[in-house]
């Protein structure tokens, strides 16, 4: 297979390389795992928790392969028979629905378990007839968070959106003079983190306009934003950092994330500590965590402008500026209810790439996390921040595309949005494609406004 000349087996902090896992010619035995389009094929293989409805049970680990869902309780026997005890200990977890004791495992297990997978997909595979009996077709589930998230914290890496955003409240000085040093992050709420298709209900806060007394109203002005979320795999110890050419190895894999924003609320109540009822009443994150190795193939470089102060030595590593980037095609799609009942389509309202959004890497995100000695733990969520393009119709949010609600947005059939109406539902889409390499994509991140 062709490999991306990004990375390299030496590039110190990159822990995996394209191997016979990301072969672009491999098919698998489901069928709809091979279509061109498909976000999960066999080159895929991420991870979820399900519940199948009316029967009951608790949560169970899956696999996404095309349109079905392999039923790890039930795959497990049969993925390691003759196996050794790395893949054995590794599937351990999986067969009892632990996703998050899984993700504390480390790179060894997760490449193991893979390497399985893989093999027991593909077509031609002796397994075959034993996993078949362990599919499910993903419509016949309800997909849950894919591990208990003991926190969250929201960085602000997307570098078009920071200035875009503070060129409308402060034209003449757009970017803090912080951005460029040091990943500007808060901690988020964890227990209000929902799975795709989960109703939001439009939040209530205190407002306030000018020259009048705040008063406790819903939010008028709900905005989405556009964002990844990494989930941690091993922790780390409290009082020891994290190095940066390490720290991928801290990161299990990645989703799609929808942080929703009350514009209003945060307008008043954000300085001096930050945003607070203003984020934390919903986050909604897809339900497969699609794996930092299954993204092996579509690695990019880190790109700074010229001119521009390097990183701090704890923060910059050769591995990370060669490699430590992704390219994945990101897009904002809007459903309103007029349209839902219309029978018309969802319109899509930006596209962006996370490598062209985002100033700072995954690892550097880890690295500076930790490096006052804050202890990360297994199933953490890291967000990456709004990631908009260079370029206006690029932005992750109504506010730059509505520039404040000063230019309403046409969603189709008519209609504009400066802001979020109820009954309106945000999808997110992102997916990798490259010559030389299997697309993938990360599935769906959805949620429907509903009424304070």
């Not at 480390?106 to 599919?135: E, F, I, N, Y």
């Not at 988020?188 to 939001?200: D, K």
Request: glycine share 12%; net charge negative; with cysteine.
């Amino acid at each position: 297979m062709t490999r991306n000349p990004a990375i390299t087996s030496g590039a110190p902090g990159v822990p995996c390389v394209p191997d016979d896992t990301h072969d672009p010619h491999a098919q698998s035995w489901v069928d709809s795992a091979n279509r061109a389009d498909a976000d999960f094929p066999l080159q895929n293989l991420p991870f979820g928790r399900f519940t199948q409805p009316g029967l009951g049970g608790e949560p169970r680990v899956g696999v996404a392969i095309g349109d079905e869902v392999l039923d790890m309780s039930r795959a497990v026997p049969v993925l390691g028979d003759g196996g050794g005890d790395v893949l054995r200990a590794a599937l351990r977890p999986l067969g009892a629905g632990d996703l998050g004791g899984f993700m504390a495992l480390g790179h060894d297990a997760w490449h193991a378990v893979r390497a399985a997978l893989s093999q027991g997909l593909r077509a031609g595979s002796a397994r075959q007839p034993a996993l078949a009996a362990c599919l499910l077709g993903q419509r016949e589930l309800r997909m849950v968070l894919p591990c208990q998230i003991g926190d969250y914290t929201d960085f602000y890496t997307g570098i078009h959106h920071a200035t875009s955003v503070g060129r409308l409240f402060r034209p003449d000085n757009p970017l803090m003079p912080n951005y460029k040093w040091v990943p500007i992050g808060y901690h988020g709420r964890a227990s209000s983190i929902v799975t795709s298709g989960a109703p939001v209900r439009r939040p209530r806060g205190q407002l306030r306009a000018p020259d009048q007394d705040p008063r406790l109203a819903p939010s008028q002005r709900l905005d989405y934003e556009l964002e990844i979320g990494a989930y941690v795999g091993p922790g780390n110890a409290l009082g020891e950092p994290v190095d940066i050419a390490r720290a991928e190895q801290h990161l299990f894999g990645v989703c799609l994330l929808n942080d929703w924003s009350a514009r209003d609320v945060q307008a008043w109540e954000y300085q001096p500590l930050g945003p607070f009822l203003s984020k934390n009443f919903a986050t909604t994150v897809s339900p497969w965590v699609v794996t930092l190795e299954a993204l092996a193939p579509f690695r990019a470089p880190l790109v700074r402008p010229a001119g521009d102060p390097a990183p701090l030595p704890y923060l910059h590593s050769a591995g990370n500026a060669a490699a430590g980037a992704f390219d994945l095609q990101l897009e904002v799609w809007l459903h309103t209810a007029r349209a839902r009942d219309s029978g018309e389509p969802a319109q899509c309202l930006s596209r962006s790439n996370w490598a062209q959004a985002a100033y700072w890497t995954l690892a550097q995100l880890v690295a500076h996390h930790t490096v006052g000695g804050c202890n990360l733990q297994p199933g953490d969520l890291l967000g990456t921040g709004t990631l908009s393009g260079p370029l206006p119709e690029q932005a992750g949010s109504l506010l730059e595309l509505g520039q404040a609600g000063r230019q309403p947005v046409a969603v189709g059939g008519g209609e504009q949005r400066s802001f979020l109406l109820d009954g309106d539902t945000v999808i997110l889409r992102a997916w990798a494609e490259r010559e030389g390499a299997r697309r993938i994509g990360l599935g769906e991140c959805r949620g429907t406004v509903v009424a304070a």
